[in-house]
């Protein structure tokens, strides 16, 4: 009889967890995709809202140095940026996917940086960002299931996909201001770097190149063929003075030309060596996001 009531209790037990669970799951849910401003919002806009010509994509060095307005006003097409810190090839290529479920864009411009194809743990766990969105989009399935072959029974919970984000929910939710809040997902920075330049000799042997981001670097590129997309890669500038071209750099100038894509790299451009246009060594602040947005503009407008 005690062992018969240990596993009613038991079951009990799960039973309370599993709806704890679902009913938490569900507010999260319902909370989440009820935001009206800040950097979660942008992505829903990016993936189910918006439907620009241009399409930004890249790291946070795409989002803080690309101001879609200039770009609209240069070049007379709407523009979003759909840039993410922190963010690799294998989130942006995740997002075209979904996004070319929904509408084609006729440009896009990919930021890349020195190391887009080396193998860092953090470009998989930044990945979690997609979970709010499998539910809708299973194409994301791909890309989330190179964080481990068991991402899909995490995904039995209902509160997982939301873990780590109800503090931004919640002011996601407020109509207050904050500093990712965007219209059209570009987020300025300001403030001004004041420490010298530093000098970047990047390792010529062989590096750990990541076969995941190289793969996703050539399902974009197919992707963009395939829809008829013009495809741009550029490489922005940084407050460096860079001794030669990192492994990932001279491995995208490669594919670049082998696709026929043009390559802008703003490496060591003198134009940018003035600590007053960053906020950071890797990233412009508002001022110098201007006159690199309006430069950059210009050379799509020649092509």
Not at 125 to 146: E, G, R, S
Not at 219 to 234: D, G, R
């Amino acid at each position: 009889m005690r062992v018969k009531n240990f596993f009613v209790k038991m079951l009990l037990f799960i039973l309370v967890l599993v709806l704890l669970d679902w009913a938490l799951g569900s507010g999260l849910r319902f909370f989440y995709f009820r935001q009206s401003q800040g950097k979660l919002y942008n992505l829903t806009c990016v993936l189910e809202k918006q439907t620009a010509e241009i399409l930004i994509l890249g790291s946070s060095r795409a989002m803080h140095q690309y101001n879609p307005e200039i770009m609209t006003d240069s070049l007379g097409l709407s523009c979003y940026n759909a840039g993410n810190d922190g963010q690799s090839i294998l989130y942006h290529n995740a997002l075209l996917d979904v996004i070319l479920d929904r509408f084609t864009p006729s440009m896009i411009v990919l930021d890349v940086n020195p190391d887009e194809l080396v193998r860092k743990a953090s470009s998989y766990d930044l990945l979690t960002a997609l979970n709010p969105y499998v539910k809708d989009h299973p194409v994301l399935w791909n890309t989330l299931q190179l964080r481990s072959p068991f991402e899909k029974a995490k995904h039995l919970s209902k509160i997982y996909p939301f873990n780590s984000l109800l503090a931004r929910i919640a002011v996601g939710n407020m109509h207050v201001t904050t500093k990712d809040v965007s219209a059209n997902g570009f987020t300025p920075q300001y403030g001004q770097w004041e420490q010298p330049i530093q000098t970047i000799d990047y390792p010529t042997d062989s590096v750990n190149f990541d076969k995941n981001k190289i793969e996703a670097m050539n399902q974009l590129i197919q992707k963009c063929k395939e829809k008829n997309i013009i495809l741009y890669m550029v490489l922005s500038p940084m407050y460096e003075q860079q001794l030669n071209h990192s492994s990932s750099i001279r491995y995208i100038t490669r594919l670049c030309e082998a696709n026929n894509i043009s390559f802008f790299s703003y490496q060591n451009d003198k134009r940018f060596k003035a600590n007053e246009l960053f906020r950071d060594p890797s990233h412009l602040n508002a001022i110098g996001a201007d006159i690199f947005t309006s430069d950059i503009a210009s050379l799509l407008l020649k092509q």
